[in-house]
């Protein structure tokens, strides 16, 4: 049985830089990010293995936001602008963030963190 290819999206324009490493690398990288293919970028999501799933169907320049890391860094959001810069709708925010909040309840370091 073959196994499957999973396909990266790597920059080949000269024009573009070597994909940063490091977060210091990218902040102030090019805007809208050329690397789709990161997992913080905000037009698809990256599954473990590297496989790319479409979050929306338009073009990566019209995205208001390409950076997650970007967005994080300003700080705390609304429920209704987090679904404005996903794309998705308010109750899909919800259910999101419930699930988080169920997985890092489970989280052993946030455990160590509730110890007096």
Do not use: N, W
Not at 2 to 29: F, Q, S
Not at 32 to 52: D, F, I, K, M, N
Not at 99 to 110: G, I, T, V, W
């Amino acid at each position: 049985m073959a196994m499957p290819v999973h396909l990266r999206l790597v920059p080949t324009e000269p024009d573009i830089p070597r994909r940063p490493r490091t977060r210091a690398d990218c902040r102030e990288g090019l805007r809208p990010c050329p690397y789709a293919s990161c997992r913080h970028h905000l037009l698809a999501e990256v599954s473990p293995v590297g496989t790319l799933f479409a979050r929306r169907g338009e073009d990566p320049a019209a995205l208001p936001e390409s950076c997650s890391l970007d967005v994080a860094d300003r700080g705390q959001h609304s429920e209704r602008e987090v679904a404005a810069i996903l794309g998705v709708s308010h109750a899909r925010v919800l259910q999101l963030t419930a699930r988080a909040l169920k997985k890092a309840s489970k989280s052993r370091q946030l455990r160590e963190l509730d110890r007096p």
